[in-house]
Nanobody
Framework: QVQLVESGGGLVQAGGSLRLSCAAS????????MGWFRQAPGKEREFVAA????????FYADSVKGRFTISRDAAKNTVYLQMNSLKVEDTAVYYC????????????????????WGQGTQVTVSS
């Protein structure tokens, strides 16, 4: 059974930092793209960052570029999202997903291209 389990969310003041983790189990994701998305109340799920598991090449939404860093630890089968200089508008539930379509980078930005999802972790940034 494939599972993605996010953790690390919480309440932080604007300007602060959090590190989210996504622990994967049940299959190898070495041929996948792993992505972080977020969803605020009343809004659609939006792309945050992605990483090609095998090469480590990363992709970011413009809104988080320079503030967030996605990485993976193959030995732990875990993907991370380091979030610095957090803003109130970063408040959302953050989800980790797995996308098997590594050949078309346009797919990395679309939630419907991801086969697997975690349950999400809440990030709240206060002013």
């Amino acid at each position: 059974q494939v599972q993605l389990v996010e953790s690390g969310g919480g309440l932080v003041q604007a300007g602060g930092s959090l590190r989210l983790s996504c622990a994967a189990s049940g299959r190898t994701f070495s041929s996948y793209v792993m992505g972080w998305f977020r969803q605020a109340p009343g809004k659609e799920r939006e792309f945050v960052a992605a990483i090609r598991w095998r090469s480590g090449i990363t992709f970011y939404a413009d809104s988080v570029k320079g503030r967030f860093t996605i990485s993976r630890d193959a030995a732990k089968n875990t993907v991370y999202l380091q979030m610095n200089s957090l803003k109130v508008e970063d408040t959302a539930v953050y989800y980790c997903g797995g996308n098997p379509n590594t050949y078309y980078s346009g797919s990395y930005y679309r939630a419907e291209e991801y086969d697997y999802w975690g349950q999400g972790t809440q990030v709240t940034v206060s002013s």
